[in-house]
Nanobody, 115 residues
């Protein structure tokens, strides 16, 4: 299995930026797809972005052109750069790694966008 620890969340004003990090307990080079999800109060968890081992990315329509996912295999870390944040981006953001048939989740990091 792999343990995931997210960081970088916080309170930001509308239009601001944050960069989330997801540090893994083991090498991520062999993990095919890693991703970021988010869950707002009273809503289901939703996919934000994914990145494959080859660097291919996918994004939810609501964040495309504002968010960028990247991975640094040497640092065993996946990042989510979030720009032009809006109040509707407020949620707990979770890192995910599907590894050896198991979905691994971090504990989440809170992102609050408010003036």
């Amino acid at each position: 299995q792999v343990q995931l620890v997210e960081s970088g969340g916080g309170l930001v004003q509308p239009g601001g930026s944050l960069r989330l990090s997801c540090a893994a307990s083991r090498s991520i080079a062999s993990i095919g797809v890693m991703g970021w999800y988010r869950q707002a109060p009273g809503k289901q968890r939703e996919l934000v972005a994914t990145i494959s081992s080859g660097g291919s990315t996918t994004y939810a329509a609501t964040v495309k052109a504002r968010f960028t996912i990247s991975r640094d295999n040497a640092k065993r870390t996946v990042y989510l750069q979030m720009n032009s944040l809006q109040p509707e981006d407020t949620a707990v953001y979770y890192c995910n790694a599907f590894f050896r048939g198991v979905n691994n989740w971090g504990q989440g990091t809170q992102v609050t966008v408010s003036s």
